[in-house]
């Protein structure tokens, strides 16, 4: 790849988010070239080089961040095309996944583990499995990870690597590969140390070798999404939005106040709305969690306090810091208990 060079704006970067949503995927003529993505694909490639391995997957532009089942390339979001699109998903869903540098290359790392494990079939070897399990093992459709466990490594949210065999190595191998990692130390004592030493004989083992599978088949390629944003856009809040336990008032008794008449109070409802911002980023950073996925969770919280009239205590820090350690609590227990989606 070359360096980035100068694009003209295309006419809907200008456009309100509302007509932006009238348009096609496939008509934004979204590509990789030119855009900050390929300085960081261009970074992906000189890792593997600098560790001896050739193969260097390609990338291509899609509905999601996903590697297809045995298929050794990378497709991205397409709004990590244009900081426009990036605007929109971040307005749309609160957050965007790969919107930074640092969370760019986290996640292409971890495709990139899955891209070299089919693009060699490491998944075949007897030791792979010794280590990481059965590949062809289903994907569970929920699970219950173990927040201490020291057997898996810890890059992606959500304990990812104890999802499935699959992503264990995916995970493992994007530990290995980033070069301020320092995995020796960092795992040192773990049980999953065994895994990143055998990750590290097992790249030294295919260095140089070219790669018996390439290619494949680019699923759901923005240049052929016929969906307009606003459909793209309803999809993805329905699957981020899952049905989600109702608040029970005996907790909102703990943290508000019924109105006494005749008294000025604070609408708990109305200073939730002012705390919005702070109180999803802090929930989010703790459970891992989902913006989009917190801020509903809020916004159900909020309008059963309107209705039942709550009012602010006189400790209005201590309202925060418990709104924040129970709706971190109940957002645990959701992850815990209920489904989730599979991050490919």
């Known amino acids: 790849m070359t360096a980035p060079t100068a694009k003209t704006e295309p006419s809907w970067a200008q456009l309100t988010d509302e007509e932006l949503l009238a348009w096609r995927i496939r008509d934004l003529g979204l590509t990789i070239v030119g855009t900050e993505l390929e300085t960081r694909i261009e970074q992906l490639w ?5 560790r001896g391995i050739t193969f260097l997957p390609q990338c291509y532009l899609a509905d999601e961040w996903f590697c297809p089942n045995e298929v050794p390339t990378i497709a991205i979001p397409f709004y990590l095309a244009h900081p426009r699109l990036k605007q929109l998903e971040s307005h749309i869903i609160l957050e965007v996944e790969g919107g930074t540098k640092q969370d760019c290359m986290r996640l292409l790392r971890h495709e990139c583990g899955h891209a070299l494990g089919y693009a060699y079939r490491l998944w075949r070897r007897k030791r792979w499995r010794e280590h990481f399990g059965d590949f062809r093992d289903d994907y569970p459709e929920s699970y219950r990870p173990k927040p201490h466990s020291r057997r898996f490594v810890r890059h992606l949210e959500k304990w990812y690597a104890q999802y499935h065999p699959d992503e264990d190595f995916a995970e493992t191998f994007a530990v290995w590969l980033n070069p301020s990692s320092n995995w020796h130390e960092r795992y040192r004592g773990w049980p999953a140390l065994k895994k990143l030493e055998y990750v590290d004989e ?17 699923i759901c390629e923005a240049s052929r999404l016929t969906q307009k944003l606003s459909t793209y856009y309803a999809r993805k809040r329905r699957e981020y939005a899952e049905d989600m336990p109702d608040f029970f008032d005996r907790d909102l008794n703990r943290i508000f106040l019924e109105a006494v008449p005749g008294q000025k109070h604070t609408s708990a409802s109305a200073f939730l709305r002012r705390q919005r911002r702070s109180i999803v980023a802090n929930v989010s950073r703790w459970t891992g969690e989902r913006k989009f996925t917190v801020a509903r969770f809020l916004q159900k919280l909020i309008a059963r306090c309107h209705e039942r009239k709550l009012v602010l205590p006189d400790e209005t820090d201590e309202a925060i810091a418990q709104t924040i350690a129970f709706l971190t609590a109940t957002v645990m227990n959701y992850r815990f208990q209920d489904k989730i989606r599979r991050h490919p």
């Open 46 to 50: 000189q890792e593997l080089g600098a």
């Open 202 to 218: 097992l790249m030294r083992s295919i260095a140089g070798q070219p790669a018996p599978v390439t290619g494949g088949r680019r």
